[in-house]
């Protein structure tokens, strides 16, 4: 956890956490996923930090202090909390998450944060049984996506916990392994179970199929690295596991609408 006076950053960046933001004495834009989101002033945002972000505008409310308060929650952590199957599937495929006002205060956070400092292991249980109990609080109520995710989770449906066990070390293989080329066999071999069996429980899980959902990860790394760095376009594609330059341009132009030299100009002549 983080709490400090908020700064914009000069170019997007990314990491494997869920991360969550409530921002107090201001409201704050942020470009993520391609896109321009104002994120309101003492409300929680949550998302996927694997998805490129970038903070680009503060806007104060007021003339008191303004304080941006973060969670970063590892995202094989995050997807091993029970009973939250609509959030983590929805954060997974792009969504940004606009909790309830209620659920969360910046006095929630500032008891969290005193908690998490306190560096004692029970108290940070209780945190991590409170910050579960909010989001399934959440899940019996209207989130409101400011990103909407690419997939939506069957809202209602109970999900036991072998079956996410199971889905959680698939999404964790992929995430370790997008540069090696990987079959729906492979992914399923790491849950013991027929491969079969092991796509169609990924698919009612994350509502997209493996295959779908691995070009998916592997763009958005690609596209992470077209942002952050000079790489060539070659090497990305060699990182990210794609088999040919002409395969990743055909996925990229489908999911963005440009092409990735584009995207990457953009992005140079866009810097803040």
């Known amino acids: 956890m983080r709490c400090f006076k908020p700064i914009t950053m000069k170019e997007p960046h990314w990491h494997g956490h869920v991360e969550a933001n409530l921002i107090s004495g201001a409201a704050m834009t942020y470009f993520f996923d391609d896109r321009e989101i104002v994120v309101p002033e003492n409300r929680l945002v949550i998302f996927w930090a694997g998805i490129p972000h970038q903070l680009t505008r503060v806007h104060p409310t007021g003339n008191g202090p303004m304080q941006l308060n973060n969670i970063y929650v590892p995202a094989d952590a995050f997807l091993f909390l029970p ?107 790491v849950t013991g179970l027929h491969e079969n069996y092991a796509a169609t429980l990924f698919s009612k899980i994350m509502r997209v199929p493996i295959k779908r959902f691995t070009i998916r990860m592997r763009l958005l790394r690609a596209r992470a690295q077209l942002i952050e760095n000079s790489t060539a376009i070659s090497q990305i594609v060699q990182n990210c596991g794609f088999s040919s330059v002409s395969q990743f341009y055909d996925h990229f132009r489908q999911a963005y609408g440009t092409s990735p030299d584009r995207l990457r100009q953009h992005y140079k002549n866009n810097r803040i």
């Open 83 to 189: 009973h939250i199957g609509q959030l983590q599937a929805s954060l997974l495929s792009g969504g940004m998450a606009m909790l309830p006002a209620p659920l969360c205060t910046k006095e929630t956070i500032a008891g969290w944060y005193a908690d998490y400092r306190s560096n004692d292991f029970e108290r940070l249980e209780v945190v991590k049984m409170e910050l579960n109990a909010m989001l399934r609080r959440a899940q019996t109520q209207e989130i409101t996506y400011l990103a909407e995710p690419f997939t939506r989770f069957e809202k209602g449906r109970i999900l036991g916990s072998a079956h996410v066990h199971h889905v959680v070390a698939m999404v964790r293989f992929i995430l370790e392994n997008l540069s090696e080329p990987m079959s729906n066999a492979d992914v399923a071999a």
